[in-house]
């Protein structure tokens, strides 16, 4: 991230009350650092207050422990009555396939993409009225294009860069910005849980959650929507859209390739 790029978005968010729901490692730790590090007043949130209490310290914020779906009225307490950036980063990994358990389905459901639509509900009227607020979605490259072996995890947050969009483009003229944050491959305990085909396709470009950070601030910088830590995903997406059959057709052989690797 420039210097530029860092001084306009600390101007941005110098005093600002941020949320960051699933911070006790990965991604969201590291956006609750940035955040603070530039002056921000942080929440952090996980279902385990033990993985969040060492970091609110570490950055002079505030733990709050429950579900991410029903934290808003306890952080904007926590934050004077206002929260103005709410990073909607707590997810579920959920591999498997059509034959996945209904409850696996259920809960990719619920945590990427329902906890999404339930903060909203509880932030918009506050920042409607005021004409000001920030919701930041840790999406994925998933949601925009896909990924083998996860039919739940995909789907799912295909439906939050949905949402994502929805709220942007229904909420924008009256203040409201909207970030979707798709990354590939992070070095996080969720590209281990992704198994061996995330080793086949995330690991090789894998990334430090440090550059998901960089690569929302510069994004808030520009208010751009769509948050590309990895530049290349851009081409994909357009790959995809200009002509699906061949995309599938490329990510059904690697579909193939896993299969010869993994015995799927």
């Not at 389905?105 to 920042?127: C, G, I, K, S, T």
């Not at 990895?230 to 579909?255: C, K, S, T």
Request: glycine content about 12%.
């Amino acid at each position: 991230m420039d210097a530029a790029s860092t001084a306009g978005t600390a101007d941005k968010v110098r005093g600002a009350g941020v949320v960051v729901t699933g911070a006790g490692g990965g991604i969201g730790a590291a956006l609750a650092r940035r955040f603070a590090e530039q002056g921000a007043r942080v929440v952090v949130n996980d279902l385990d207050l033990a993985r969040i209490e060492p970091l609110a310290k570490e950055i002079g914020g505030t733990a709050v422990a429950g579900d991410a779906s029903g934290i808003v009225e306890a952080a904007q307490e926590a934050l004077g009555g206002t929260v103005d950036v709410y990073c909607a980063n707590a997810g579920l990994a959920s591999p498997g396939d059509a034959f996945a358990d209904e409850e696996v389905w259920a809960a990719a459901w619920d945590v990427n993409v329902m906890a999404h639509v339930r903060a909203a509900r509880a932030l918009l009227p506050q920042w409607l009225e005021r004409g000001s607020g920030r919701f930041v979605t840790t999406a994925s490259a998933a949601g925009l294009l896909t990924m083998i072996g996860a039919a739940p995890y995909s789907v799912t947050k295909h439906g939050a860069v949905a949402f994502a969009e929805w709220l942007s483009l229904t909420y924008r003229h009256r203040g409201v910005k909207v970030h979707a944050i798709c990354p590939q491959g992070v070095r996080t305990d969720m590209l281990t849980a992704a198994g061996s085909a995330g080793e086949l396709v995330l690991a090789p470009g894998a990334i430090e959650p440090d550059a998901v950070a960089d690569a929302l601030f510069d994004a808030m910088a520009a208010d751009r929507f769509l948050v590309l830590p990895h530049p290349e995903v851009a081409g994909y997406y357009q790959a995809r859209a200009a002509d699906p059959d061949r995309w599938i057709g490329n990510m059904n052989r690697l579909q193939q390739k896993w299969e010869g690797v993994s015995g799927a």
